[in-house]
């Protein structure tokens, strides 16, 4: 199967400012997760993969086709399911009219075989029993779920999901990843996220943003063994660029050892932050 | 696309018929009928404020998306926005409906089968016309409202305008509704020609509905639904 989302030097500007400088990207089958501090230029990136949003230059293809084509950026539609970050759903439409607004969006015109799909994907996010309770007496996972059932109505060949797991508690998080994880079987999933978690347990592959451009490009376990040899526990804070306490009392430091210190495993997290470094240790700060 | 259309209207409609507004314009309606007369049937009294909350409505409808921010969610759809502002505009038919209900109750309770009703000693046959102007100014007023919530992005414009085009200083200048029975006529209620004033009301529907499609559309469709609007507009309002 060909590369679902090919960007070559793809750039977005928002008057003077640059979301995207020169984004080159391949994304084919699996899950693909999308990292990067608030600001990297994610939500640009999934906004054009989901064809909401024109690149100011450089090329972009999504399943084969130009989305600057009308006809092929409906065909494209046709074929993506999409869950903004934001996904705004009406709060006096119940969840089984919600998707079911969705569904007619997506086309599905008859009415038995759309309700038929809607039941399915609300069954499929574990919604079945609350189809018929309005979104605003739902909980904000909930919500969540929902507005994952909408994106996978009609199985898409490409699933873009911003941010999808904020919100969610833990039970749900695994929810979540039972369906995505069963979704990506023979399917492109791009997954933008905060959670490194998430990357670890879903992706086989991890995009890092920073500023607009891509810093990392690799497998989780890549992501993770890029701060192998920086990642230390130790009784004290002093010396790392990133520290913090840890639940059983113990300092984690990554970057320079403290005295004393001893090095560990390092997580995929801890090369996230690494890579980040000056702005992990703002957002940490904050 | 083709199917979408009518698939979606069906769901604005049913909202529509559920919608709290019309559900109190439909209560009011049911309110004012122990009180309607010869006079009132034909002057469409019990539909008024079930015409002023559709306006309300269709704003409302239209405008729904930007309020939820849900923009992004519906742009990726393969349905384009026009098809979403035709739905509602449809939808409005469905208020259109309830009040043609009312027309036709109130028409068979007061005037009956014969057509000819007694007013002040006299026998006086209205034109069934007459009656059919409220579902028709209800279906226009709503296509209005749908038009200025397209246009606007301030839901509480909605109410202001509401109050201003039905019942201020301006609503109280525009013939919404004519009497063709002088003798039904109160003192200075509008007389004319009830079928050319549906052609005016159905020229106020067209236009709102061009008008609310050119802001997503500026294809053939949308332009020559303006034009025949406008054509009906002005031939209702100079023959009425």
Redesign the interface.
């Known amino acids: 199967m060909n590369d679902a989302i090919r960007l070559d030097g793809v750039t977005k500007a928002y008057g003077g400012t640059l979301a995207l400088a020169g984004v080159t990207l391949d994304v084919g089958e699996g899950i693909t997760g999308l990292l990067g501090p608030n600001g990297a230029g994610k939500t640009t990136l999934m906004?054009m993969a989901?064809?909401?949003l024109a690149p100011s230059g450089g090329s972009l293809r999504l399943l084969g086709r130009d989305p600057r084509d009308l006809a092929a950026r409906?065909?494209i539609?046709?074929r993506?399911g999409?869950m903004?970050q934001?996904?705004?759903?009406?709060?006096h439409f119940t969840a089984f009219?919600f998707v079911?607004?969705?569904a007619?969006?997506?086309?599905w015109?008859?009415?038995d075989g759309?309700h038929e799909e809607v039941r399915r994907v609300l069954r499929a996010v574990g919604l079945g029993d609350v189809a018929h309770r309005r979104i605003r007496a739902l909980s904000g996972g909930m919500r969540r779920r929902v507005?994952l059932a909408?994106a996978m109505l009609g199985s898409p060949e490409l699933l873009?999901l911003d941010e999808p797991t904020a919100g969610l508690d833990p039970q749900q998080r695994l929810r979540f990843r039972e369906v995505v994880s069963e979704l990506a079987e023979e399917r492109t999933v791009l997954l933008s996220t905060h959670q490194t978690e998430d990357v670890a347990a879903l992706c086989r592959r991890v995009v890092a943003l920073r500023e607009g451009s891509v810093t990392f490009d690799g497998t989780p376990r890549e992501l993770a063994e890029l701060a192998r040899g920086h990642v230390w526990t130790a009784d004290r804070r002093e010396g790392a660029a990133l520290s913090w306490r840890t639940g059983d009392g113990a300092h984690r430091h990554i970057g320079d050892p403290p005295r004393g210190a001893r090095l560990v495993e390092p997580t995929l997290e801890d090369g996230y932050l690494l890579l980040l470094g000056e702005t992990a240790t703002m957002e940490m700060a904050a | 696309m083709t199917g979408v259309l009518p698939a979606l209207a069906r769901i604005e409609a049913r909202r529509v018929v559920r919608h709290p507004g019309v559900l109190l314009g439909v209560l009011a309606a049911f309110a004012w009928l122990p009180a309607i007369d010869a006079e009132t049937v034909v002057a469409q009294d019990e539909i008024a404020v079930l015409g002023m909350l559709t306006f309300l409505v269709g704003f409302l409808n239209v405008d729904r998306v930007r309020r939820d921010g849900a923009d992004d969610l519906y742009a990726a759809a393969p349905s384009p926005r026009r098809v979403r502002t035709g739905a509602v505009l449809l939808s409005m038919l469905a208020a259109g409906a309830i009040a043609s209900l009312f027309a036709l109750v109130s028409w068979l309770v007061v005037v009956g089968l014969d057509g000819e009703v007694v007013h002040e000693g006299f026998a006086v046959r209205p034109s069934p016309l007459e009656a059919a102007q409220g579902p028709f100014l209800v279906t226009a007023i709503g296509a209005l409202g749908v038009f200025v919530g397209r246009w606007t992005a301030r839901p509480v414009l909605a109410p202001i305008l509401m109050v201003g085009l039905l019942v201020g200083p301006v609503g109280w200048n525009i013939p919404w509704i004519v009497n063709g029975t002088a003798a039904l006529a109160p003192g200075e209620w509008t007389l004319g020609d009830p079928a050319w004033h549906l052609v005016f009301l159905g020229g106020i529907g067209l236009v709102s509905a061009g008008l609310a499609l050119v802001r997503d559309s500026r294809r053939r469709g949308p332009v020559a639904l303006l034009a025949v609007g406008l054509v009906a507009l002005i031939a209702g309002a100079a023959l009425q």
Not at chain 1, 86 to 91: I, L, V
Request: cysteine-free; aromatic content about 6%; overall charge positive.
């Open positions: 906004r989901a064809t909401v409906v065909e539609r046709r993506l999409y903004p934001e996904p705004g759903m009406h709060r009219e079911d607004y969705i007619t969006l997506k086309e015109t008859a009415r759309r507005a909408q873009v």
